[in-house]
T-cell receptor
Framework: AQKVTQAQTEISVVEKEDVTLDCVYE???????LFWYKQPPSGELVFLIR??????QNEISGRYSWNFQKSTSSFNFTITASQVVDSAVYFC????????????FGPGTRLSVLP | DAGVTQSPTHLIKTRGQQVTLRCSPK?????VSWYQQALGQGPQFIFQ???????QRGNFPDRFSGHQFPNYSSELNVNALLLGDSALYLC?????????????????FGAGSRLTVL
């Protein structure tokens, strides 16, 4: 069975600090997709990134970066120089690739960035 | 370009009642999925509709049912409400839910309908 673990329930940082959100996943599939979504207080999940299981290159997008390590089944997310607007709940999710979009979400990490 | 819209945004029901939640997908999308998000937890997959048929279903009882209309909009119905059904119900849309590798598709989510069961 597929499973996503986000061990950090809540994190608080002061603005401009760097912060890393951890994600560990379990799957027996050799092909799968990993996602990160952000959920601000408005409730709408906002897509941040998708990574397939064959692409282990790290990715950087502005202040955001992602570290995918297949050997440890981890897909961690780092925010550099955090800002108050980054405060939200962040979810890591796993998807099986064939004929379906049954996303398995982790429990989420609530990030609070204090001014 | 309108994203995913859901209605109502909030509603309160009592145990045993029935509820219908509505979703309009993002323009150009033809697949609708529903998720339940209990307080403090991640979303859980309920089911997915494509071409007006339920294509996949998560671990939810038959009290949860749905429908997709020819214009791709969708409804989620929950019968015989329980206190444990209190949650944020999220609708997500995408394109080509029945195509190979559709699991790679990015889901676009609505803001949800918050259901409180008393």
């Amino acid at each position: 069975a597929q499973k996503v673990t986000q061990a950090q329930t809540e994190i608080s940082v002061v603005e401009k600090e760097d912060v890393t959100l951890d994600c560990v996943y379990e799957t027996r599939d050799t092909t799968y997709y990993l996602f990160w979504y952000k959920q601000p207080p408005s409730g709408e999940l906002v897509f941040l990134i998708r990574r397939n299981s064959f692409d282990e290159q790290n990715e950087i997008s502005g202040r955001y970066s992602w570290n995918f390590q297949k050997s440890t089944s981890s897909f961690n997310f780092t925010i550099t120089a955090s800002q108050v607007v980054d405060s939200a709940v962040y979810f890591c999710a796993l998807s099986e690739p064939y004929y379906g979009q049954n996303f398995v979400f982790g429990p989420g990490t609530r990030l609070s960035v204090l001014p | 370009d309108a994203g995913v819209t859901q209605s109502p945004t909030h509603l309160i029901k009592t145990r045993g009642q029935q509820v219908t939640l509505r979703c309009s997908p993002k323009s150009g999308h033809d697949t609708v999925s529903w998720y339940q998000q209990a307080l403090g937890q991640g979303p859980q997959f309920i089911f997915q509709y494509y071409e007006e048929e339920e294509r996949q279903r998560g671990n939810f009882p038959d009290r949860f049912s749905g429908h997709q209309f020819p214009n791709y909009s969708s409804e989620l119905n929950v019968n015989a409400l329980l206190l444990g059904d209190s949650a944020l119900y999220l609708c997500a849309s995408s394109l080509g839910g029945d195509r190979p590798l559709s699991g790679a598709n990015v889901l676009t989510f609505g803001a949800g309908s918050r259901l409180t069961v008393l």
